[in-house]
């Protein structure tokens, strides 16, 4: 049945150290890097070797943007750290919100400045560790998730192809607005 063939795909006991593979960026964060590339090839038939982040109000706050013809075509932006997401969030709320795609992440610095890092005994981040992880991360081979054939593999058995009605149904959805009453908190960003 398609639920064991999902279960199987998902054993970790199979997978070799050789195997441990990274997308594409220069940090852990998250795939804001590998989305822009495969947008700014599926939508505007651009190649895009390496994208360059733009510092805004703060270095917690960049964005990346995409120009074909003298028009900006992609604007992503990366905010990390809760007064960014909240500048976000009141942008959003004006109508003043100008990106396709946007990267969050709690921690200042993104994830490998997390928390839940190495610290130092005084509580702060340790720049020489964080710099150690990093190098460490970059060393790790870049894959496609396209092309991992674990991916395909699920693709083909348990969604039973990419463009199946259980892949739309399973992977896609739709977001509608909420309608605000008594009962919600009133949080205000």
Same mark, same amino acid.
């Given at each position: 049945?398609?639920?064991?063939?999902?279960?199987?795909?998902?054993?970790?006991?199979?997978?070799?150290?050789?195997?441990?593979?990274?997308?594409?960026?220069?940090?852990?964060?998250?795939?804001?890097?590998?989305?822009?590339?495969?947008?700014?090839?599926?939508?505007?038939?651009?190649?895009?070797?390496?994208?360059?982040?733009?510092?805004?109000?703060?270095?917690?706050?960049?964005?990346?943007?995409?120009?074909?013809?003298?028009?900006?075509?992609?604007?992503?932006?990366?905010?990390?750290?809760?007064?960014? +997401? !909240?500048?976000?969030?009141?942008?959003?709320?004006? %109508?003043?919100?100008?990106?396709?795609?946007? #990267?969050? /992440?709690?921690?200042?610095?993104?994830?490998?400045?997390?928390?839940?890092?190495?610290?130092?005994?005084?509580?702060?981040?340790?720049?020489?560790?964080?710099?150690?992880?990093?190098?460490?991360?970059?060393?790790?081979?870049?894959?496609?998730?396209?092309?991992?054939?674990? +991916? !395909?593999?699920?693709?083909?058995?348990?969604?039973? %192809?990419?463009?199946?009605?259980?892949?739309? #149904?399973? /992977?896609?959805?739709?977001?509608?607005?909420?309608?605000?009453?008594?009962?919600?908190?009133?949080?205000?960003?």
């Amino acid at each position: 049945n398609s639920d064991r063939s999902f279960c199987c795909f998902l054993r970790f006991d199979e997978i070799k150290e050789g195997d441990v593979v990274r997308h594409e960026g220069k940090r852990s964060d998250g795939y804001l890097e590998h989305i822009f590339k495969h947008a700014a090839k599926e939508l505007f038939g651009m190649d895009v070797k390496e994208i360059t982040y733009k510092a805004l109000k703060n270095k917690d706050f960049q964005e990346v943007t995409l120009e074909k013809d003298g028009e900006t075509v992609l604007r992503f932006a990366a905010a990390y750290g809760f007064r960014n +997401i !909240q500048n976000l969030v009141l942008k959003l709320k004006k %109508g003043k919100f100008l990106y396709h795609f946007v #990267e969050v /992440l709690a921690c200042p610095g993104g994830c490998l400045n997390g928390k839940g890092q190495a610290q130092t005994e005084d509580g702060k981040p340790d720049k020489a560790l964080l710099n150690q992880m990093e190098e460490m991360y970059a060393a790790i081979p870049v894959r496609l998730p396209e092309t991992n054939l674990h +991916i !395909q593999k699920m693709y083909q058995d348990w969604l039973e %192809g990419m463009d199946s009605k259980k892949a739309q #149904e399973t /992977l896609h959805t739709q977001y509608s607005a909420v309608n605000q009453t008594a009962s919600n908190l009133d949080i205000k960003w």
